[in-house]
């Protein structure tokens, strides 16, 4: 699996989709002790009857030296191909690499919206759009959904 750190602070006042919340937070606690890991992943199987895209992904904090994780919060969804929904943030296919892309965009998002002030680490199963969007790997300019995650 990779992964990729980063450090962000409150530049957002926008929040992540209202889909399929399920919070164990309502109340902003004190991450600075501890790390957060997000782990993101997508889907999409061509076979099924209406083939759909999907992407979830999940936020936990980490106490270093513990090997617990306890979940903050996640989210899950279809890929929205429409641009009219206010949803919607590039991806104009369903595929397996609009599902992944989709999951990694909402998830920067969410920690955006969120100001964690410690670092996170991201974990995800696809190599080709991880590197695309961290800019390691080219990809198709035409490529709103990737735009957007770079």
């Not at 990729?4 to 937070?25: E, K, N, R, V």
């Amino acid at each position: 699996m990779d992964t990729h750190t980063c450090t962000h602070t409150i530049w957002s006042s926008g929040t992540a989709p209202y889909i399929c919340p399920h919070h164990l937070d309502p109340v902003h606690p004190d991450y600075s002790h501890s790390e957060i890991a997000v782990y993101t992943d997508g889907s999409f199987d061509p076979q099924d009857e209406q083939p759909n895209a999907t992407w979830a992904f999940a936020v936990f904090e980490v106490y270093p030296g513990d090997d617990a994780l306890r979940l903050i919060d996640w989210y899950a969804d279809r890929v929205c191909l429409d641009p009219l929904d206010p949803c919607w943030i590039g991806a104009t296919i369903d595929s397996i690499r609009a599902g992944e892309a989709t999951a990694l965009v909402w998830a920067l998002l969410w920690l955006c919206a969120h100001g964690m002030p410690t670092s996170a680490m991201l974990y995800s199963d696809a190599s080709s759009v991880l590197h695309s969007g961290m800019g390691l790997w080219n990809f198709d300019l035409e490529d709103q959904l990737m735009q957007r995650l770079r």
